[in-house]
């Protein structure tokens, strides 16, 4: 499988593509060309494991790189924890993503992502990420005694939650905390610069573990297969999914599972009032604000989503089969609230704020009318994580995960920067030898 940059025709393959993170252009990968994977899911039942689909699937990713001996290696050294479905009625089901380190989807691309680059480095490589919230704690988890592999974490000003001391390079592991004396927006910028500069990426065998890098977005198609095996013997409607969007890897991940062959009839892309693909979606040019809407859905709270530029190559590639495939949706904190409540009301289910978009938007565009859609909201983050929000509005008490209780614990960064590359690389090797 081949890949190529959103701003040329170039290819790369599917090692090259991870292993350098974004191209040189400043676009971004995007499959050149999709195989059918049918033949390799739509055997498996309900039964199947995640590492068995992944095992199964990831091999079309690296034909020529990875064998199915060493994909099936990679999928259990990512995965000690899968996807659950959950059934709720005749036309809706819930994909609870939640069940990772640190409880939020993003696990599962970070997972893979770490599992492959460990396999496929020949030498020695330094990950990059810029992080806030738990992003950071989870590319630490997943990349924590990798070999041959440094993962530098880029946080804002603030504390940082979570991680592991035992773990940072000056104890002797092989990850570095570095905090950056500014916002979330500069950090990436200096992952960016660090990408684009040669002569720095090439010292250091840099990539990048954020979304731009093709190896934790696409995987994330994996779980939208899953979701199917699991419920195909049980419905006999058309499936759609329900997807909360912020910055849209999810929604293209899903997308990209379709291309794969994967028989969905459409994707309802739910966002919050910043709507921020609201004007793309109705045809018109993409137009974002300077600053987000501040929300109870925070992580969506995004003017100009990063996976912009895969967007709209998908578009170009088939704009009339988007049009009917992709039903936008924007909810408001209003009607977040009141979901939340219903969800527990109906179902005894506790769905954090970003959840509840999805499932409200679901709700509004296919459940309850009789259109012959079996409708999957994705579950993003879980309910622990709005813990306080999610009980004062169900008077439920959330329990809360040892694990995610963990992610308030606070530790010192190995160094503390102004926001230019020139000190970051300082600091780098400093401490990176």
């Known amino acids: ?249 999810n929604l293209i991940a899903g997308l990209y599972a379709w291309k794969f062959g994967l028989p969905v009839h459409g994707f309802i892309a739910a966002m919050n009032i910043n709507n921020s693909f609201g004007d793309f979606f109705s045809g018109r040019n993409f137009n974002p604000a300077l600053t987000p809407i501040v929300t109870n859905s925070p992580a969506m709270d995004v003017c100009y989503p990063s996976n912009y530029e895969r967007m709209f190559s998908f578009y170009q590639e088939s704009p009339a089969v988007m049009k009917n495939m992709v039903f936008p949706e924007v909810i408001d904190d209003t009607t977040t609230v009141k979901t939340v409540r219903s969800a527990w009301e109906k179902f005894k289910i506790l769905l954090n704020p970003h959840s509840a978009v999805a499932f409200a938007a679901a709700e509004r565009v296919f459940i309850g009318k009789d259109n012959g859609a079996h409708c999957v909201a994705l579950a993003t983050g879980h309910p622990a994580k709005s813990a306080a929000f999610v009980s004062r509005i169900t008077g439920q008490n959330i329990a809360i995960p040892q694990k995610l209780a963990m992610l308030k614990n606070t530790s010192k960064p190995i160094a503390v920067i102004p926001p230019e590359l020139d000190a970051f690389e300082s600091a780098i090797a400093a401490v990176a030898g």
């Open 1 to 249: 499988m081949l890949f190529k940059s959103t701003r040329s025709d170039s290819v790369v393959s599917f090692k090259e593509a991870i292993l350098k993170g974004c191209p040189l252009d400043g676009g971004l990968f995007v499959p050149a060309s999709v195989p059918d994977m049918r033949q390799f899911f739509l055997y498996m039942d309900s039964g199947t494991a995640y590492t068995e689909l992944v095992s199964a699937i990831s091999p079309s990713f690296l034909e020529g790189d990875v064998n199915p001996i060493a994909a099936a290696r990679v999928a259990e050294s990512a995965f000690d924890f899968e996807p659950e479905v959950q059934q709720l009625d005749e036309k809706f089901s819930v994909l609870k993503l939640y069940n990772g380190p640190t409880g939020v989807f993003k696990d599962f691309g970070i997972a893979f992502l770490a599992a492959i680059l460990e396999e496929l480095n020949n030498g020695k490589a330094m990950v990059l990420t810029a992080a806030r919230h738990d992003t950071g704690v989870s590319i630490a988890r997943a990349f924590r005694d990798r070999k041959n592999i440094t993962a530098v974490i880029l946080y804002p000003s603030g504390p940082i939650r979570g991680l592991d001391e035992s773990a940072f390079v000056q104890n002797g592991g092989n990850i570095i905390p570095i905090q950056v004396k500014g916002c979330f927006d500069d950090c990436q910028r200096i992952v960016r610069s660090a990408m684009l500069d040669r002569g720095f990426a090439e010292r250091y065998n840099i990539t990048s573990a954020n979304a731009v890098n093709v190896g934790r977005f696409l995987p994330q198609a994996f779980y939208y297969l899953y979701a199917f095996i699991k419920l195909k013997k049980n419905i006999a409607d058309d499936l759609v999914f329900s997807v909360p969007c912020g910055n849209f890897g």
